[in-house]
């Protein structure tokens, strides 16, 4: 957002949140040791995408 001629200005308020959300999941990190729930229980939204298996020619 800062790099992005105007955008800054623009969205002060995202920019903020989203440095809110940081200090949060930090803060919460220093004092349990783990990632905030949202980031320890986050899958990827499509399992097959994750098939280590997809893009290979059989063999």
């Known amino acids: 957002l800062d790099r992005v001629p105007g955008l800054a200005a623009r969205h002060a308020g995202l920019r903020q949140e989203l440095q809110d959300a940081r200090l949060h999941a930090r803060a919460h990190t220093r004092e349990h040791g783990t990632d ?24």
């Open 36 to 59: 905030i729930p949202a980031v320890a229980d986050w899958h990827w939204p499509h399992p097959d995408t994750t098939d280590p298996t997809l893009g290979k020619e059989p063999k």
